[in-house]
């Protein structure tokens, strides 16, 4: 496919075909493929936690309590975290992207931008194998039994939960405001 298509054809992917599992070496080798990306200074300041089986399964826990306490009634607070727990269970494999607070807030920001890039040259390179990925960025990001859990340490920033998996239905496209109509020209 040429990158014209992925790039306009890649979509973010909710439903997932769950008959097909996805091995951590292929998500590793695109990873490895996505992090050739513009980096100032090199920092090269992310590291990629891959979320399956029993982690994955507490992840769900935690997401149905804490997302469940404002529920008015004792019966709409299991439901409520039935279902939020079900939101990440589901997903055949989750990637937290952690990137290093970098003391100084521009490196900060750059670092931040770079990883941004990672994420998307992973989506894009994911798409063309027919795995689909969505961006989340939920209360877990934060929360700090998540971080403990994830491992995220004093001086990380989580900044993306990617759900991934091979993709199930695909949504339809949304259009886009071109570019040109946002363009100033100063002369």
Do not use: C
């Not at 807030?105 to 770079?114: I, L, N, P, Q, T």
């Not at 877990?140 to 991934?164: H, Y």
């Amino acid at each position: 496919m040429q990158l014209e298509q992925l790039i306009k054809n890649r979509r973010s992917i909710t439903n997932y075909d769950t008959s097909k599992n996805i091995s951590f070496e292929e998500i590793q080798a695109l990873l490895d493929i996505a992090v050739w990306v513009p980096n100032h200074k090199m920092t090269q300041p992310w590291r990629f936690i891959l979320i399956d089986g029993e982690t994955k399964k507490q992840l769900g826990e935690l997401h149905g309590k804490t997302g469940a306490k404002a529920a008015a009634t004792p019966e709409e607070k299991e439901k409520k975290a039935e279902a939020l727990k079900n939101k990440i269970t589901e997903v055949p494999l989750w990637i937290a992207v952690v990137v290093e607070e970098h003391p100084q807030m521009k490196f900060r920001e750059e670092d931040y931008a770079s990883a941004s890039m990672v994420i998307q040259n992973f989506s894009l390179l994911a798409w063309e194998k027919g795995i689909g990925t969505i961006w989340k960025t939920n209360a877990l990001l934060e929360n700090l039994e998540a971080r403990e859990l994830l491992q995220i340490q004093p001086g990380e920033r989580n900044i993306a939960l990617l759900q991934v998996g091979y993709i199930g239905k695909e949504p339809k496209a949304k259009r886009r405001i071109p570019a040109s109509d946002r363009i100033t020209i100063l002369k």
